[in-house]
């Protein structure tokens, strides 16, 4: 079998959270591979809104294994509070969700760290969630991050108190930034034991076993690609891989066993924070589209920047991760629009270009868009394509030919049910 991905293709928020709820009951694993509770995945069924932040978004299906890979970073205190919101459910939480030995800790010390860095940016501060998770795969990559697999240690106290300590030292360089230590510390360790009461694995070889079984698995992305640590539009971008070549390193999976890759991308863009963003509406219809579409983040509850569908930008991100399919969501949203613009090129000093460049930021760029008529009526009771607007239906049709990659999935409201699925 064949491990499938499911990502976003924009700056996040694109509504993962959603579609691998509608996929869950074809798999039976469904596997985080990166990010961590900077991230807020939005599920909504039977008149309840539920917002994940770690844990993955198939933990509403029951008899589906959910895992969280070695590529997440896990904030104690945020999971326990997931996990509180979720009792009141009566799901066997612990029987249904695997935690990676491997998946590195967020302290107290790494969110005070990401608040005193990003104070000290002023101006030029990158849009931080400020949740530690920067400062978090520093430690990563600089070998000094504890794992989850640590907590089970008798050392682990030990291990702590160093890193910590390390952390304090860097601090006081941050003049006049105050904090109270012991105060975050209790909440931490609360949720440290909370963690010891899962069951904790060697997620890489847990998932090769059951793709050697026949087992279907899923892998879900956090954040969108243009965040991507190295693709995206940096340095306004995450501290992870949010592309397809993350599930590889963030799950322990072969890049051979990667089969479908589903990108998915709202009828529109938003992004949330610092950073560039080229199709960016700065006037009513930015408004309109933030008011409809209810865009204010899940995680940090910050209004979203709002703007037209950017296609040298969805091309770019479709390149990059290989994607097979692609799932259209909020169309719902644009249905207040008798007119619909898409930013087919940009122009850059002078020329017109269909790609994305090395940097953007700072750049003058002009959007050159096309017009397309609006189906201007409500799409939240369609039960089956068929049945739409044709505007809508060129719509897409005009997009699955400028991006060459077919679009299955079509999402018109946030309750699960609102989901068009198998359009073609």
């Known amino acids: 079998m064949k491990v499938d991905v499911l990502l976003g293709l924009q700056w996040g928020d694109e509504g993962k959270g959603k579609i691998v709820d509608v996929l869950t009951p074809n798999y039976s694993i469904i596997a985080r591979f990166q990010g961590g509770p900077n991230a807020g995945h939005t599920l909504e069924f039977e ?49 249904n969700l695997l935690i990676s030995k491997k998946a590195h800790l967020i302290l107290p010390t790494h969110r005070l760290l990401d608040q005193a860095s990003e104070a000290a940016k002023g101006i030029n501060k990158i849009g931080s969630t400020l949740k530690g998770i920067g400062p978090t795969y520093m430690d990563k990559t600089g070998r000094n991050g504890l794992r989850v697999g640590d907590i089970l240690s008798p050392k682990f106290k030990e291990k702590y108190d160093a890193l910590v300590e390390k952390h304090v030292g860097i601090l006081k360089h941050h003049e006049g930034f105050e904090y109270n230590l012991t105060e975050l510390e209790a909440p931490f360790f609360e949720g440290i034991e909370l963690l010891r009461s899962f069951t904790c694995i060697d997620s890489e070889q847990f998932l090769n076993k059951e793709l050697k079984a026949g087992k279907r698995i899923l892998a879900e992305g956090a954040q969108g690609t243009m965040l991507d640590i190295d693709f995206g539009t940096y340095p306004f971008v995450t501290s992870s891989n949010t592309v397809t070549a993350g599930t590889c390193t963030g799950l322990g999976v072969a890049p051979t066993t990667i089969g479908s890759v589903i990108g998915i991308f709202k009828a529109y863009c938003t992004r949330v924070g610092s950073g560039p963003f080229p199709t960016e509406l700065m006037d009513e219809d930015g408004e309109k589209i933030r008011k409809e579409g209810n865009e ?129």
């Not at 239906?393 to 030919?401: F, P, Q, R």
Request: glycine share 6%; with cysteine; charged share 25%.
């Open 47 to 95: 008149g309840i809104k539920h917002v994940l932040h770690t844990i993955p978004s198939g933990i509403f299906r029951k008899d589906v294994l959910n895992i969280i890979g070695n590529g997440v970073v896990i904030d104690p205190v945020i999971f326990q509070k997931e996990i509180e919101k979720l009792a009141p459910f009566n799901m066997d939480i612990k029987k």
């Open 296 to 424: 204010f983040g899940s995680t940090t509850g910050r209004p979203r920047r709002c703007g037209w569908i950017d296609l040298p930008a969805l091309k770019y991100a479709i390149m990059i991760n290989g994607v097979t399919e692609l799932s259209m969501m909020k169309a719902d949203v644009l249905s207040i629009f008798d007119t619909i613009k898409v930013c087919t090129h940009y122009k850059i000093n002078g020329e017109i270009v269909d790609y994305l460049p090395f940097d953007i930021d700072g750049v003058e760029i002009t959007p050159i868009y096309k017009e397309l008529r609006g189906w201007n009526c409500d799409l939240t009771d369609l039960h089956n394509y068929a049945s739409s607007s044709q505007a809508l239906k060129d719509y897409v049709t005009y997009l699955e030919k400028e991006l060459e990659v077919p679009i299955t999935v079509v999402s018109v409201g946030p309750d699960r049910k609102q989901t068009l699925q198998n359009i073609k």
